[in-house]
């Protein structure tokens, strides 16, 4: 038993040099001593064969054998964490002689981003769902399926950036291409209402000035149902507008012509930069053309699948970009556009 134990020990040892991590420190803890069939566990089921002198002999032995063993295990284990911790340390390190980096400015939402959650934010909770679409648009949805004829002058290059090598597309002029597309989706079988709001950027050949750009944003919506009148679509108008300035506003109807609605009307607002006395901004006529606006017209309704004789809709387009100047009292609409930081900052 004596030379049992002695190779065992050197054994013992000679293994444990070639260690490397807990893994390989466990796998030796279990072949040397696991209950059921470690190497030294076996020699000491194997003293109760013996006679009491031997027992008491080879048992002191063997504790001394064992002692030592568990040191060396002990040692190793504490070398091992040493070195993965050293690792860690080396991996994780910050080098505080590192000069402090300055911090990077916070950006912000947009001042139109803003409107138009906010406007998302009112229509929704009036029960429209809220839609986004194509920039880039066929012919047919932005004007033809709208009840323009072929000659409207807004279907002309002076007005409409078409593409250059297959003019049946072009650059959206209203959002109002989405008014036929939503119809359809909404309404496959011609039995359903509709609400539906839809926000977005068009594009138009304008000459700039304080109020207008060549890209700027719209807000609009439609609702199909049965027995739609004028006096649901101001009210529908004055609420939204009513949400997004967080005060009454004064609007005036204008008959005015859009092929896509009959009667058709220009919408006016009071100006909230100078309340109705004039201003560079309502070119000091107090009032601010804001929305296009009517009854939808019956040949729109056709192409969305309605029957005209039973449904009948409002649809009306806001110029976001006007909104959002006249809640944040922004004198001119190209600022928006400029990438200027000073300006932006100010929201």
Not at 5 to 16: C, H, R, S, Y
Not at 168 to 180: E, F, G, I, P
Not at 213 to 230: G, L, P
Not at 255 to 283: A, I, S, T
Request: include cysteine; glycine fraction near 8%; aromatic fraction near 10%.
């Amino acid at each position: 038993m004596k030379q049992e134990l002695k190779k065992i020990q050197e054994e013992f040892k000679k293994q444990l040099k070639e260690v490397a991590d807990f893994a390989g420190l466990s796998d030796l803890e279990q072949k040397f001593f696991s209950r059921k069939n470690g190497e030294f566990t076996s020699i000491m089921k194997g003293l109760k064969e013996l006679t009491d002198d031997v027992k008491k002999e080879m048992g002191q032995m063997a504790n001394d054998v064992k002692k030592d063993l568990e040191g060396l295990f002990e040692d190793k284990r504490l070398q091992i964490q040493q070195k993965e911790m050293a690792d860690i340390v080396e991996r994780e390190s910050i080098d505080v002689t590192q000069p402090l980096l300055p911090k990077k400015a916070k950006g912000h939402l947009h001042p139109i981003t803003q409107a138009q959650d906010k406007m998302e934010e009112i229509a929704s909770n009036m029960g429209f769902v809220i839609e986004d679409g194509p920039e880039l648009e066929s012919d047919y949805y932005v004007f033809g399926a709208l009840n323009f004829p072929d000659d409207h002058p807004a279907r002309e290059s002076m007005d409409t950036f078409y593409i250059s090598d297959n003019t049946d597309w072009c650059m959206r002029a209203h959002v109002s291409n989405m008014q036929v597309r939503l119809m359809r989706k909404y309404n496959e079988d011609g039995t359903k209402a509709v609400r539906a709001a839809y926000p977005g950027k068009v594009f138009r050949n304008e000459a700039l000035d304080a109020t207008h750009e060549h890209t700027f944003h719209q807000f609009e919506a439609f609702v199909v149902d049965r027995n739609i009148n004028i006096g649901n679509l101001v009210a529908v108008i004055k609420e939204l507008l009513r949400g997004l300035y967080g005060r009454e506003v004064d609007v005036r109807l204008r008959p005015g012509y859009f092929p896509f609605v009959e009667p058709g009307f220009e919408m006016d607002m009071k100006c909230l930069f100078c309340r109705g006395e004039g201003c560079r901004v309502c070119k000091h006529l107090g009032w601010v053309e804001m929305l296009g606006c009517g009854l939808m017209h019956p040949n729109v309704l056709r192409e969305g699948g309605y029957d005209p004789q039973e449904w009948s809709g409002l649809a009306f387009g806001m110029g976001l970009t006007r909104l959002a100047m006249m809640r944040y009292s922004i004198e001119d609409i190209r600022h928006f556009m400029s990438g200027d930081l000073r300006f932006l900052q100010q929201f």
